[in-house]
T-cell receptor, first 111, second 113 residues
Framework: SQKIEQNSEALNIQEGKTATLTCNYT??????LQWYRQDPGRGPVFLLL?????KEKRKERLKVTFDTTLKQSLFHITASQPADSATYLC??????????FGKGTSLLVTP | GAGVSQSPSNKVTEKGKDVELRCDPI?????LYWYRQSLGQGLEFLIY????????KSGLPSDRFSAERTGGSVSTLTIQRTQQEDSAVYLC???????????FGPGTRLTVL
């Protein structure tokens, strides 16, 4: 069966450090993968999209990698700030059908 | 410009009643999605509309759930004979094209007593 796995345990890091979140998947052949941020009581907000032929994508302090051999995406936030505290969701293309979302990983950045 | 809006923001209903949830997507967006999110869970896909194509209903959990999109714009998700397990936040998202970011609304929190 298809699975998208994100670390269910919250990630706690200190301000200024780099946060790294993982998204692993099985039984998908995604043409692209997306990362979203969700704050409590709000809908998710799009952050980055990376295509299968792209190894890495950057946007300001964010960096996403996509390894289709390992079936894994890594999401990095450099120089993290308390305002980065949120839940981060990865979402996979499902061969032209609707995006499938992972359950998300909660990030807490402490001063 | 205006984002995706959903109404009502909160809905409390009694078991067995029907409810209608509304989504106003961003003007010009061709795709519209409905998801639901239970406490501490990820987004569960319900239904997907893309332009004039037949909707992808593969995520609807039972025949009590239905949705329509009128004129390629506003969408209504209807849940008939609500059950307590239907309690969740229902999120709507619209998308400009077929491979693009999704813009989410704030959601409707449904509580079935």
């Amino acid at each position: 069966s298809q699975k998208i796995e994100q670390n269910s345990e919250a990630l706690n890091i200190q301000e200024g450090k780099t946060a790294t979140l993982t998204c692993n998947y099985t039984n998908y052949s995604p043409a692209y993968l997306q990362w979203y941020r969700q704050d409590p009581g709000r809908g998710p907000v799009f952050l980055l999209l990376i295509r299968e032929n792209e190894k890495e994508k950057r946007k300001e302090r964010l960096k996403v990698t996509f390894d289709t051999t390992l079936k894994q995406s890594l999401f990095h936030i450099t120089a993290s700030q308390p305002a980065d505290s949120a839940t981060y969701l990865c979402a996979l293309d499902n061969s032209g059908y609707a995006l499938n979302f992972g359950k998300g990983t909660s990030l807490l950045v402490t001063p | 410009g205006a984002g995706v809006s959903q109404s009502p923001s909160n809905k409390v209903t009694e078991k067995g009643k029907d409810v209608e949830l509304r989504c106003d997507p961003i003007s010009g967006h061709t795709a519209l999605y409905w998801y639901r999110q239970s406490l501490g869970q990820g987004l569960e896909f319900l239904i997907y509309f893309q332009g004039n194509s037949a909707p992808d209903k593969s995520g609807l959990p039972s025949d009590r759930f239905s949705a329509e999109r009128t004129g390629g714009s506003v969408s209504t998700l209807t849940i008939q004979r609500t059950q307590q397990e239907d309690s969740a936040v229902y999120l709507c998202a619209s998308e400009p094209g077929e491979v693009d970011e999704q813009f989410f609304g704030p959601g409707t929190r449904l509580t079935v007593l």
